[in-house]
T-cell receptor, first 109, second 117 residues
Framework: LAKTTQPISMDSYEGQEVNITCSHN???????ITWYQQFPSQGPRFIIQ???TKVTNEVASLFIPADRKSSTLSLPRVSLSDTAVYYC??????????FGKGTRLHILP | DTEVTQTPKHLVMGMTNKKSLKCEQH?????MYWYKQKAKKPPELMFV???????INESVPSRFSPECPNSSLLNLHLHALQPEDSALYLC????????????????FGPGTRLTVL
């Protein structure tokens, strides 16, 4: 049973900022929020991970409110090559590794 | 070298065949994983090896048999598979076992596309 809930799909346009929200109401104290990206016929690729507040790296930002019951992956100025499935999962609270159903992001020209 | 390699890329086998999938990493990672992914579904964890010992078996049928000959190699032996076992099989590795510590980013291989006839 997935511990996270995400929108099934999203569409956006090139150059826009895209925000994908993940709900995790039962997040454990030791859980870290982790996001992966997957292109068709490839393995998932790690994007970003955070525990609280905000984390930023060269490809994305992750916003986590104080209650940690949700998180938002922010992709700045997307391009066509960002079309992929984005998975949110919780790691660290136990030894379970359960990918959520993922969000299919489709970037339009 | 930050790559996980998997061979073969594609495999077609009959239900009576025996075949093996191979995975290799040279990042010095101590944890390795097998996942199964059906079309348009998320990856599902099958097995985890930590320090060359089987750490997690997610109730996988015995027709799938994992093996970790050394810290760089992971095999998945297949025997008497069913057509519903057709899927993309992904291998991954991480510094230490993910799920037990925070920053254990998993590096995934490209997968083996398995078709069982």
């Amino acid at each position: 049973l997935a511990k996270t809930t995400q929108p099934i799909s999203m569409d956006s346009y090139e150059g826009q900022e895209v925000n994908i929200t993940c709900s995790h109401n039962n997040i454990a104290t030791n859980d870290y929020i982790t996001w992966y990206q997957q292109f068709p016929s490839q393995g998932p690729r790690f994007i970003i991970q955070g525990y609280k507040t905000k984390v930023t790296n060269e490809v994305a930002s992750l916003f986590i409110p104080a209650d940690r019951k949700s998180s938002t992956l922010s992709l700045p100025r997307v391009s066509l090559s960002d079309t992929a499935v984005y998975y949110c999962l919780l790691l660290g609270g136990d030894d379970k590794i359960i990918f959520g159903k993922g969000t299919r992001l489709h970037i339009l020209p | 070298d930050t790559e996980v390699t998997q061979t073969p890329k594609h495999l077609v086998m009959g239900m009576t065949n025996k075949k093996s999938l191979k995975c290799e990493q040279h990042m010095g990672h101590r944890a390795m994983y097998w996942y199964k992914q059906k079309a348009k579904k998320p990856p599902e964890l099958m097995f985890v090896y930590s320090y060359e010992k089987l750490s997690i078996n997610e109730s996988v049928p015995s027709r799938f048999s994992p093996e970790c000959p050394n810290s760089s190699l992971l095999n998945l032996h297949l025997h008497a598979l069913q057509p519903e076992d057709s899927a993309l099989y992904l291998c991954a590795s991480s510094q230490d076992q993910a799920g037990l510590a925070s920053s254990n980013e998993q590096f995934f291989g490209p997968g083996t596309r398995l078709t069982v006839l």
